[in-house]
């Protein structure tokens, strides 16, 4: 790498992928659900109603209105999801979180708490851990995605 910038740009993205990596067996097994699906829900959890629209939570998660189409048929099937109709224009479709699915979220949310904990318990000091917290929100903040 010739800058910081983009070994740290490396290094996030591999931290990244590590962690996905542990919480995939887990979620999957467990829970049912992919790791996409999971934040799927928690983007829902915190929308205004718990819904958004396609074309809204396609830009919080960064993918495609056709891939959150995708994704969306197999949760609604399962009960997890729910597509809603604007009562003011029929063209306007949300999908909006259910009770089953805000129950699949806690429990997911439960292992994505313990999975955290071993992924960072013998690595940093507390103190330490504040600081990453602060500097990658830093990085974050002004996101759509954003999800702290």
């Known amino acids: 790498m010739k800058t910081l910038s983009s070994l740290n740009a490396v290094r996030l993205l591999q931290s990244a992928d590590e962690l996905r990596a542990r919480l995939a067996g ?8 992919s790791i996409n699906e999971f934040f799927m829900l928690l983007h829902l959890k915190k929308a205004e ?3 958004l629209s396609r074309a809204e939570l396609a830009k919080r998660m960064h993918v495609s209105a056709s891939t959150v189409t995708r994704m969306v048929a197999p949760m609604e099937k399962i009960g997890l999801v729910n597509r809603q109709v604007d009562e003011r224009d029929a063209r306007i ?4 979180l259910t009770n089953a ?3 699949k979220l806690e429990e997911a949310l439960a292992t994505f708490e313990k999975r955290a904990g071993y992924f ?3 690595r ?4 330490e851990l504040d600081q990453l917290s602060e500097l990658l929100y830093r990085l974050v903040s002004g996101s759509i995605s954003n999800l702290s």
């Open 101 to 103: 699915g805000d129950t």
């Open 26 to 33: 887990e979620f999957s097994s467990v829970h049912g659900i």
């Open 93 to 96: 479709a949300f999908v909006a």
């Open 120 to 122: 960072f318990q013998d």
């Open 49 to 51: 109603n718990t819904r």
């Open 124 to 127: 940093w000091t507390e103190e």
